[in-house]
């Protein structure tokens, strides 16, 4: 099949990746553990019926329905019932409140549309569930599924989430940018009022497991370079899209962020037979249950998408904490202003974390195990060498590690290793290693401005070695990104 081409923004064509091939050959589809909950009250039942007869009444007078789909009766027996003094799911994180979170339970139906099936996560804001759309109303090639984010209320940042997905829909909506793909679909937003306030809720493209959860199926949770390499690639044509054409800085880069499509919509069917047949089990209290999350069986066909624009910003400078502790970028870590180029720091980690055991980073405390952003500065320090005059003058924090004279103050130790060191267990050649951590150099800079930007970094010649280029088309492309950067800078 002959690969796609990527219409490249800045002028010259770039063979796209995708050439149909599975990212892991050595994987087809898998199976993972399960997990989930629910009961409703009794007015919860009566809504619920309600809700079914109405979406059954309407699909059975359409004209486009000879066999109209029934919403689903999930069972109310036959599932094991989590002990009361156990903590489990978003229980367990530090500031739960159960209160915050809206009581959803598999088989409730929100806007007389989507009906819950499965709990597929949960994070400090919000949990997410798949959910069957029996709407008339689909597109081609629509699996007849959603994920459903649903924030905690009051969760004021939610709005935010929904303005940069929608302005990313209308961006690409109006573009040829290959990138749009590599996005995922933001569908719709609605409200549901709770018994303790609002809550916003997503309705995404239904999508499967994470690529963290990929390599725990991988030896030693890793990617080798080659294989890895087409999934570097991917996520610069996505960031493009991002930093290029909708300016939108992600903030948030991670393997936990990046999903797999499910190409076949089997799995998600099998998922909700799973789930009448072989319930999660959930804790029940009297006013919600708990339920854990069941995972998905899926193929590897296609390349993960960006996902999650929670703590997402419109390209511009910005100050304030943002990213996880491990994949912080200098500039965030020594609170002075940052830009999208936190995102090209954030891929760099994202990207070490695909090949290697360990996160490149640490910042943690051995006395406590808790993140500590003196630890993370030493480390960078280790890597990096210690920070340029310009930071030095420019952060408050950076005297408080570092002399006048560049000199370590010893406050937390400086780790004695070296990027190659932390390479050591990254399998691949001596040229695709050695290849793999100059592109990552070129990333690695205390200063912002000195890393290489999107259009840059796609170019790079460990990146596109394996990739069918002519010489006109790299000179086009290169001189085309020099000027898109000027106008960039103008602007």
């Keep these: 099949m002959e690969p796609r081409r990527l219409i490249w923004p800045l002028g010259g064509i770039v063979r796209d990746v995708l050439s149909g091939r599975s990212p892991c050959p050595s994987l087809n589809s898998i199976s993972t553990p399960l997990s989930d909950r629910s009961k409703p009250s009794a007015a919860s039942h009566a809504a619920h019926k309600t809700s079914i007869e109405r979406i059954v009444r309407t699909m059975s007078s359409s004209p486009l329905s000879a066999a109209p ?43 007389d549309r989507y009906q819950v099936v499965g709990k597929l996560g949960y994070r400090v804001t919000s949990t997410v569930w798949l959910a069957r759309d029996y709407s008339l109303i689909s597109e081609p090639n629509d699996p007849g599924y959603a994920a459903l984010k649903i924030y905690v209320n009051a969760y004021t940042q939610s709005n935010n989430e929904v303005a940069i997905n929608r302005h990313i829909n209308a961006v690409s909506a109006k573009t040829e940018y290959v990138g749009a793909k590599d996005i995922r679909k933001f569908l719709s937003s609605f409200e549901i009022k709770g018994l303790h306030g609002v809550h916003t809720c997503i309705v995404q493209q239904a999508l499967g497991i994470t690529m963290n959860h990929l390599l725990s199926y991988l030896p030693n949770r890793t990617m080798t370079l080659e294989a890895a390499k087409p999934f570097f690639r991917k996520l610069v044509i996505g960031l493009a899209f991002l930093h290029n054409e909708a300016g939108v800085i992600h903030t948030d880069l991670q393997l936990t962020n990046l999903l797999l499509p499910v190409t076949v919509p089997y799995f998600y069917e099998e998922f909700e037979e799973n789930e009448c047949n072989d319930p999660v089990p959930r804790k029940i209290y009297e006013d919600r ?36 502790g491990p994949y912080r970028a200098p500039e965030v870590v020594m609170q ?27 910042g943690q405390n051995p006395e406590t195990n808790e993140h500590h952003d003196g630890y993370l500065i030493a480390e960078l320090g280790a890597v990096l060498g210690p920070p340029p005059v310009e930071l030095m003058r420019r952060s408050r924090v950076c005297p408080i590690f570092w002399t006048e004279n560049k000199g370590w103050k010893n406050l937390v130790p400086m780790p004695d290793t070296t990027l190659e060191n932390l390479a050591a267990d990254i399998e691949g050649d001596d040229e695709n290693k050695e290849g793999f951590l100059r592109f990552l150099r070129r990333i690695l800079c205390w200063l912002p401005q000195e890393r290489p930007g999107v259009g840059e970094l796609i170019l790079d010649p460990w990146l596109i070695k394996d990739l069918r280029f002519t010489n006109e088309q790299l000179k086009t492309s290169r001189e085309e990104g020099e000027k898109g950067g000027q106008s960039r800078e103008a602007d």
């Design 289 to 324: 249950t708990i339920y854990y999350t069941r995972h998905m069986s899926q193929n590897f066909k296609g390349w993960p998408l960006i996902c999650d624009f929670g703590e997402a910003r419109f390209t511009g400078e910005h100050d304030g904490l943002i990213m996880p």
């Design 69 to 111: 789909l029934k919403p689903r009766i999930f069972p109310s027996p036959g599932f094991e019932v989590v002990d009361p003094s156990e903590l489990i799911e978003e229980e367990t994180l530090p500031e739960y409140k159960a209160d915050s979170y809206y009581p959803v339970y598999i088989g409730q139906i929100f806007r």
């Design 336 to 362: 002075t202003k940052w830009n999208h180029e936190a995102d090209i720091w954030s891929f760099a980690m994202v990207a070490w974390s695909l090949v290697s055991p360990r996160t490149l980073f640490r």
